[in-house]
């Protein structure tokens, strides 16, 4: 169970990381730097907690598909991109292909 809660904590790192890695290009702070690096760092690291006990596909096909999901959303949500209703089904088949492999693992 610790497995899947830091694979899903390893998920939101990577959401935040590429939050930031969006802000950083715009503003070139610091700060935004320094949370894209620790973001990022904090993704890996619980990753690779994860990956001690889930087989290392299935890890990474879930850490992937939230990064990349949660990626678009917050593309969405925060910096203008398109809501279209396919966006939206692709992002909502990525998210039930994770909850499959977790289903089957």
Known sequence: MMAWVSLVIAGLCEMAGVAMMNQY?????LRSLLLLILAFGASFSFLSLAMETLPM?????IWTGIGASGGAVIGMLFYGESKDWKRILFIA???SAAVGLKLVS
């Open 25 to 29: 290009t715009h503003d070139r702070k």
């Open 57 to 61: 596909g299935t890890a990474y096909a």
């Open 93 to 95: 088949i990525v998210l």
